[in-house]
């Protein structure tokens, strides 16, 4: 496997600062958010300096009962060659349920969401996997996912999963230690357990990425620093195998720059303690157990195993999004922690895809857009979200300022059109105008 060395999640709000970051060997962007045909200037610039980029996706659904949406895969392809990337990245979870499948309402997730560790869900994510690595022009490695709740009925642990999904399907493993310690709070599970039983000759790298706890779970936020039990389990995994790539994930709440190359100092620090002991210990730089297979062993998953998993999943992500009862042998109380982070994360992502909304609303587009996600599921992508609750207010005349209420109408006549009305001269001109009066 190629050699990464000390990475950062590429975000356009640190682009600046990330250039000029030292010792930094590669960066990670999420797929979704880069056009092949119009790479940031940022990105540019560091492939010509001979930086590596990893696109890293997030919407593929690999872990879901259907079959990965031949779409999908073609842009993460094209993000790869794009970027000249030596491998793709994406996760062990499911995003969206319904449809076909199941005869009910297609659902969108808008979050990464756990796969039940059982026989059924590996049969359809080898396969599933399978299609993905046949699609994509480089290797593709696979995250394991931080989980606020478990399935009842498991029968294999992470890294028992995570090992037979690379001994059947030859996948790479992309470890994120923060994930295995949000699992640690969350479930109960002992992250050196799960390191024990993965094959670490597998992994492609390392992510590493900060968090916060609240009432006993603890939330995978990506917007705080990371904190020493991460560190340890990072200390703990470079004791038992040289970790190609390292890399330090950070969504939200970005601090100084300084403060980034502290942590990534952290980071480095905890890889060397963890290769100091393997030194002292003995252990092998390469790897333990069997292997990773060609994946010849994977054939395909019958319908039925999708199907019961499409049923599963449909369940479980109705009550989570559609106020529907929770299914039998899950936490409830921890389904509702999953599911108020869900509506507040689809909150904020819908804020920041349409800006103008919180602008026009106010104190009001917070509370109003919870209550409208407490009745009314994602059904597609987050833009859509924004005009299906712009729509929903303006029908049930929820604004009762005069102003912003036609500014709304305004904002959803605009882009719920084929054509955005602002494209047209004389719309343009009348928002200029508008533009230039407010500054008075």
Same mark, same amino acid.
């Given at each position: 496997?190629?050699?990464?060395g ?5 975000r356009p709000?640190?682009a600046?600062?990330?250039?000029r970051?030292?010792?930094?060997d590669?960066?990670? =962007?999420?797929?979704e958010?880069?056009c ?5 200037d940022?990105?540019r +610039? ?6 590596t980029?990893?696109p890293h996706g997030?919407?593929? /659904?690999?872990g879901?009962?259907?079959r990965?949406?031949? %779409? ?15 491998? =793709?990245?994406e996760?062990?979870a ?19 969401l756990p796969?039940?560790?059982t026989? $059924?869900?590996?049969d359809?994510? @080898?396969?599933n996997? +399978? ?9 593709l ?10 399935w ?13 999904l690379a ?8 470890v994120?230690?923060a ?9 109960? !599970? ?6 024990a !039983? ?6 492609a ?5 900060? /968090?916060? !706890? ?6 995978d ?6 904190p020493?039990p991460v560190?340890?389990?990072l ?6 195998v040289?970790p190609?790539g =390292? ?5 939200e ?7 980034? !190359? ?6 480095r620090?905890?890889?060397e303690? &963890?290769r ?8 092998a730089? %390469?790897?333990?157990?069997? %292997?990773?297979?060609s994946?010849?062993? @994977? %054939? ?23 106020g *529907?009862?929770?299914?039998? &042998? ?16 689809r909150? /904020?992502?819908v804020?920041? =895809?349409?800006p103008?909304l919180p602008?026009?609303l106010g $104190?009001?587009? +917070?509370?109003?857009?919870?209550a ?6 994602? *059904? ?5 979200d924004?005009l ?18 036609r ?7 605009? #882009?719920s059109?084929? #054509?955005?009305?602002?494209?047209r ?7 200029? *105008? ?5 500054? #008075?």
């Amino acid at each position: 496997m190629r050699r990464l060395g000390t990475g950062i999640g590429w975000r356009p709000e640190i682009a600046d600062a990330v250039e000029r970051m030292p010792g930094i060997d590669w960066v990670e =962007v999420v797929a979704e958010n880069v056009c092949p045909g119009h790479l940031p200037d940022s990105l540019r +610039r560091l492939r010509e300096r001979g930086v590596t980029v990893v696109p890293h996706g997030v919407s593929l /659904g690999l872990g879901g009962a259907d079959r990965p949406d031949e %779409g999908r895969l073609r842009a993460l392809a094209e993000r790869a060659e794009a970027l000249g990337s030596p491998l =793709v990245t994406e996760h062990i979870a499911f995003v969206r349920a319904g449809g076909p499948l199941t005869a009910s309402p297609h659902l969108e997730a808008g979050h990464l969401l756990p796969v039940p560790r059982t026989r $059924d869900a590996l049969d359809v994510l @080898c396969e599933n996997v +399978r299609i993905a690595q046949d699609a994509l022009p480089v290797p593709l490695a696979v995250e394991n996912i931080a989980a606020l709740f478990s399935w009842p009925g498991e029968e294999m642990t992470e890294g028992q999963f995570l090992y037979e999904l690379a001994d059947r399907t030859g996948v790479r493993l992309l470890v994120d230690v923060a994930n295995l310690h949000t699992n640690h709070v969350n479930r109960g !599970e002992d992250p050196a357990k799960a390191l024990a !039983e993965l094959p670490l000759e597998a992994i492609a790298y390392v992510h590493v990425a900060g /968090g916060y !706890e609240r009432d006993g779970v603890w939330h995978d936020s990506h917007a705080h620093p990371v904190p020493r039990p991460v560190l340890d389990i990072l200390t703990d995994l470079a004791a038992h195998v040289s970790p190609p790539g =390292v890399l330090l994930e950070r969504d939200e709440n970005f601090p100084e720059p300084a403060e980034l !190359e502290r942590e990534l100092a952290s980071i480095r620090a905890a890889v060397e303690r &963890g290769r100091a002991a393997a030194a002292v210990t003995g252990e092998a730089e %390469g790897a333990r157990g069997e %292997g990773a297979t060609s994946g010849s062993v @994977c %054939g395909p998953a019958d319908d039925m195993s999708r199907q019961r998993l499409a049923l599963a999943q449909t369940a479980l992500l109705s009550a989570l999004v559609a106020g *529907t009862p929770a299914p039998e &042998g899950f936490d409830r109380a921890r389904l509702g922690v999953q599911s108020r982070a869900l509506a507040a994360k689809r909150a /904020g992502v819908v804020a920041k =895809v349409a800006p103008e909304l919180p602008e026009i609303l106010g $104190d009001l587009y +917070r509370p109003a857009f919870l209550a409208y996600a407490h009745t009314h599921p994602m *059904t597609a992508g987050y833009r859509h979200d924004a005009l299906a609750f712009a729509a929903h207010l303006l029908r049930e005349r929820r604004v009762h300022d005069a102003a912003a209420h036609r500014e709304l109408r305004e904002w959803w006549l605009d #882009r719920s059109g084929p #054509r955005p009305r602002s494209h047209r001269p004389a719309a343009r001109l009348a928002r200029a *105008t508008r533009k230039v009066l407010l500054r #008075r």
